[in-house]
């Protein structure tokens, strides 16, 4: 069953009193989040923010991929952002899986899959395609050390300056906390 006409109902209630046309295009903060794209996750909440804010940049994981960092250095370039925050969570989809896993089920199917106490588990319809073995899905073994690792790669990239902070958090979604990875922001400075 499709949401669609539920999301242009809440669109159309939004707009009647929509009173932020005049934001500035860059963030009034100053400030970019790049976090799990996670629907229990709500930056806006666990950040304090409101709309103008800052960037949320939002990928499977959180994870310092090439695009997400292509959006930092926009946000940084462009439009003016001075600190950044890599945010992972507890309990990620990301951690239940690896590349290999990740490979099989779409050579199988491009259906959705499923997981039980025994693993993954495509409904075998068939229309695989082995492309997915040719992608690094940037699964997460450990959510500090997946932290660190992105907070170092942004740090090192060519096209960051040394002089932005890049600090490093994982939201527990168990209390809504933000809890500091002291290895990854000591890193990011």
Same mark, same amino acid.
């Given at each position: 069953?499709?949401?669609?006409n539920?999301?242009?109902?809440?669109?159309?209630?939004?707009?009647?009193t929509f009173?932020?046309?005049?934001l500035?295009?860059?963030?009034?903060?100053?400030f970019a989040?790049?976090?799990?794209?996670d629907?229990?996750?709500?930056?806006?909440?666990?950040?304090?923010?409101? %709309?103008?804010? @800052?960037h949320?940049?939002r990928n499977a994981g959180?994870? +310092?991929?090439? &695009? !997400?960092?292509?959006?930092?250095v926009?946000?940084?370039?462009?439009?003016?952002t001075?600190?950044?925050?890599?945010?992972?969570?507890?309990?990620?989809g990301?951690?239940?899986?690896?590349? %290999?896993i990740? @490979?099989?089920?779409?050579a199988?199917?491009?259906?959705? +899959?499923?997981v &039980? !106490?025994?693993?993954?588990?495509?409904c075998c319809?068939?229309?695989?395609?082995?492309e997915?073995?040719?992608?690094n899905?940037l699964?997460?073994?450990?959510q500090?050390?997946?932290?660190? %690792?992105?907070v170092?790669?942004i740090k090192?990239?060519?096209l960051?300056?040394?002089?932005?902070?890049?600090y490093?958090?994982?939201?527990?979604v168990?209390?809504?906390?933000l809890i500091e990875?002291?290895?990854a922001?000591?890193?990011?400075?």
């Amino acid at each position: 069953m499709s949401v669609l006409n539920e999301v242009l109902s809440a669109n159309r209630d939004y707009a009647a009193t929509f009173d932020k046309g005049d934001l500035p295009m860059p963030p009034g903060r100053q400030f970019a989040i790049l976090t799990c794209m996670d629907a229990r996750l709500d930056p806006a909440k666990y950040a304090g923010l409101s %709309e103008g804010d @800052a960037h949320v940049i939002r990928n499977a994981g959180g994870r +310092a991929s090439d &695009d !997400a960092i292509r959006s930092l250095v926009i946000s940084y370039k462009l439009l003016g952002t001075r600190e950044w925050f890599v945010i992972h969570h507890t309990n990620c989809g990301m951690e239940f899986f690896d590349n %290999e896993i990740m @490979a099989g089920l779409l050579a199988s199917s491009l259906k959705t +899959a499923t997981v &039980d !106490a025994e693993g993954w588990h495509d409904c075998c319809e068939g229309g695989g395609c082995t492309e997915g073995k040719y992608i690094n899905w940037l699964t997460i073994k450990d959510q500090a050390q997946s932290v660190l %690792e992105d907070v170092q790669r942004i740090k090192a990239h060519p096209l960051v300056p040394s002089d932005i902070p890049v600090y490093g958090y994982i939201y527990e979604v168990e209390s809504g906390r933000l809890i500091e990875v002291p290895e990854a922001t000591a890193a990011g400075k």
